[in-house]
């Protein structure tokens, strides 16, 4: 599984990163920083995909990677804009989910924490919960963010657009219908 997922990360990776360096199969560390250095919402995804087919131990001694592509995920969506387009347009609930649903956030919360989301060897929950209210359930929480909803919440433009990323995450993990197969959002 890893080397086609290696073969679909470069072939993902912008033209102007230097390919032909990587001539073997990369251990998960390098192949999500990879991922993270190409800087897209597809690359983006692709880390949690990788995360998701490593051990349990990995995920759970590389937890700081981890939350640094959760750091990455909330960026690749322009939440300012988002915002002012659900209140220019006036938005109904259902217009907001549909638009939720293409931003990196709810596919990267369905993809590890979602009803359909598969994980090698135990799941993301474990390592990184979802809410602030799970990580009680955690023995020795002891560097990082203690949750997903803790990161989002240290982004700068939480203060006026939390609502929806936290609905974003929210959504993505109760729900495994809304994703389009046109892909993430951008709003440029």
């Known amino acids: 599984m890893t080397c086609v997922l290696q073969e679909d ?3 993902l990776l912008p033209d102007d990163m230097d390919k ?3 001539g073997s199969l990369l251990p998960p560390w390098d192949l999500i ?3 993270l250095k190409g800087g897209t919402p597809a690359l983006v995804l692709r880390a949690f995909d990788v995360f998701a087919w490593t051990s349990s131990s ?3 001694s590389n937890r700081s990677l981890l939350e640094e592509c959760w750091k990455n995920a909330v960026d690749q969506d322009d939440w300012e804009k988002l915002y002012d387009l659900s209140i220019a347009g006036g938005w109904s609930d ?3 989910v549909q638009a939720l649903g293409k931003t990196v956030v709810f596919q990267a919360s369905r993809r590890c924490y979602g009803p359909e989301s ?3 060897e135990g799941g993301f929950g474990e390592v990184l919960p979802l809410r602030q209210d799970g990580i009680e359930q955690l023995p020795s929480m002891d560097t990082g963010s203690a949750s997903v909803e803790a990161i989002l919440m240290q982004h700068k433009d939480f203060p006026i657009v939390g609502k929806l ?3 974003a995450l929210m959504l993505g993990s109760a729900q495994a219908d809304l994703y389009e197969e046109d892909g993430p959002i951008t709003m440029a």
């Open 118 to 120: 598969e994980t090698y």
């Open 20 to 22: 032909q360096q990587i």
């Open 94 to 96: 259902e217009d907001t």
């Open 33 to 35: 920083k990879l991922c």
């Open 9 to 11: 990360i470069l072939k």
């Open 165 to 167: 990323m936290l609905a």
């Open 58 to 60: 990995f995920r759970r």
